[in-house]
């Protein structure tokens, strides 16, 4: 089983500032994707292919990253960008999917 | 639009069983697998399991396998899943979730139904 590890558990960033999210993953993986959660509402499809924004997300989220390190970087941090966010490889064998344990995005 | 309308809230006790709905509409159902993925509070999102609503394949987490069920019915565009022995442990919302490529078992998830939350409590 693949394990991800996302760092740090909580990120506060000042508006306007960047936010940087690492994710880990115990092996090399060929695709990720990132989500956000927000209390009451299901997770939002951020990126996928590590770096291909989802329709209609701003271009001030951006993923990258290959191998086992991935990052996702939003910039400009606004008060909605206040959520949970997870790591989730795919194009795995076993199809078994799993998810990075979440960074928390706090406005400072 | 493409959506996925789950069904509503359950309360169950310790060992009963559940059965939740997930109804897709705007897309060909039967090209797009189904993924479940669960929240229970204060926790992270778990991956529960996928059916392919074309051929009704399915795949589970090691962890459940042994209580979830999955099926579809393709005249209704409906995938079920269902739960048994349940435990105090399996309190949670329950998403159901379109895999974003066309007949792919490990995926990204596009399309997220608003969730069933499910109590077990005695």
């Known amino acids: 089983e693949i394990v991800m590890t996302q760092s740090p558990a909580t990120l506060s960033v000042s508006l306007g500032e960047t936010a940087t999210l690492s994710c880990r993953a115990s092996?090399?993986?060929?695709?990720l994707a990132w989500y956000q959660k927000k209390p009451g509402q299901p997770p939002r499809l951020l990126i996928y292919g590590a770096s291909t924004r989802a329709t209609g997300l701003p271009a001030r989220f951006s993923g990258g990253g290959s191998g086992t390190d991935f990052t996702l970087t939003i910039s400009s941090l606004q008060s909605e960008d206040s959520a949970i966010y997870y790591c989730q490889p795919y194009n795995t064998w076993p199809p078994a999917l799993t998810f990075g344990g979440g960074t928390k995005v706090e406005i400072k | 639009q493409e959506q996925l309308v789950q069904s509503g809230a359950e309360v169950r006790k310790p060992g009963d069983s559940v059965k939740m709905s997930c109804e897709a509409s705007g897309y060909t159902f039967t090209n797009y697998y189904i993924h479940w993925v669960r929240q229970a509070p204060g926790q992270g999102l778990e991956w529960v399991g996928t059916?392919?609503?074309?051929?009704?394949?399915?795949f589970f987490a090691p962890k459940l396998q042994v209580r979830v069920t999955m099926t579809r019915d393709t005249s209704t565009n409906t995938v079920h899943m269902g739960l048994n022995s349940l435990k105090s442990e399996d309190t949670a919302v329950y998403y159901c979730?379109?895999?974003?490529?066309?007949?792919?078992?490990?995926?990204?998830?596009?399309?997220w139904g608003k969730g069933t939350t499910l109590t077990v409590s005695s």
């Open positions: 059916i392919n609503p074309g051929g009704g394949s399915k």
């Open positions: 092996q090399s993986i060929s695709d």
């Open positions: 979730a379109r895999g974003g490529r066309n007949a792919q078992w490990s995926d990204y998830m596009d399309v």
